[in-house]
């Protein structure tokens, strides 16, 4: 269950979004709150993954509210105002409702921030596998040990996966797959983010256009299906005013 707070001054506002909250099976209101001192107070006592806050709000407005948090949830926020929009996404908010809203432009919401709940969870799964530690591959012939650490990234091509290492210029070609790669290495330092491409997350350099720059003339394409997951990486490390 993803656990959510509503931050509203209207009564009314408060209700319907109660209403709708109830209809969504995996989220589990804890409290709604007419203020964001209110809301701060709770997030004090009790861990919250997501909240629904209105922008425009006594004393202190929603967008300030979550520049002052040192780790906020995941933030959808709602008001009736639309030039908050490009606002509200610089920091980096799940969603934003325009009101009035019905519960189905609610339920996309909700879609967005499950999404983000469970690409986050994965990244929190701790590998049991040291990042040092090391793999022994049989390529041409012989066994050769790479430092998993060493890795830069992984391709796939066919049956085979080429291996780029960080002090090796030519990649190491095996016969393995896809999925028993990314099983053995640690999913704290790797992630697959294309059907083709496993990368070092510690390799990267920047991110550009839906790509992945690891070093000169060399950028890795994320794919659809994978792309959730990577931002919410780089959500987790990024660092705003």
């Not at 780790?71 to 934003?96: I, R, W």
């Not at 091509?157 to 210029?169: F, H, P, T």
């Not at 992945?212 to 890795?220: C, F, N, R």
């Amino acid at each position: 269950m993803i656990s959510c707070i509503i931050i509203d001054d209207e009564p009314l506002a408060l209700q319907q979004m109660e209403a709708f909250i109830k209809k969504i099976p995996y989220l589990e209101l804890v409290a709604s709150c007419q203020s964001a001192v209110d809301a701060r107070l709770l997030l004090e006592k009790e861990r919250i993954d997501a909240m629904f806050c209105d922008i425009n709000l006594p004393e202190l407005n929603g967008l300030d509210f979550v520049k002052s948090l040192d780790n906020p949830p995941m933030v959808v926020f709602t008001t009736a105002y639309s030039e908050y929009a490009v606002k509200g996404f610089e920091l980096n908010a799940v969603d934003y409702l325009l009101k009035p809203f019905g519960f189905d432009e609610m339920l996309r919401a909700a879609e967005k921030v499950r999404k983000r709940y469970e690409a986050q969870r994965k990244l929190q799964e701790v590998s049991q596998i040291d990042e040092d530690d090391a793999i022994f591959l049989k390529t041409e012939y012989k066994i050769v040990r790479i430092n998993i650490g060493n890795i830069r990234y992984v391709e796939a091509m066919s049956e085979y996966l080429r291996i780029y290492l960080e002090d090796n210029s030519r990649p190491i070609i095996v016969l393995l797959s896809m999925k028993k790669m990314e099983e053995r290495l640690p999913k704290n330092s790797f992630m697959r983010v294309h059907r083709s491409y496993i990368v070092n997350l510690k390799k990267i350099k920047e991110v550009s256009r839906n790509r992945i720059v690891l070093g000169e003339d060399i950028d890795i394409p994320i794919g659809d299906s994978y792309r959730d997951q990577f931002n919410a990486y780089i959500n987790s490390k990024f660092l705003t005013k």
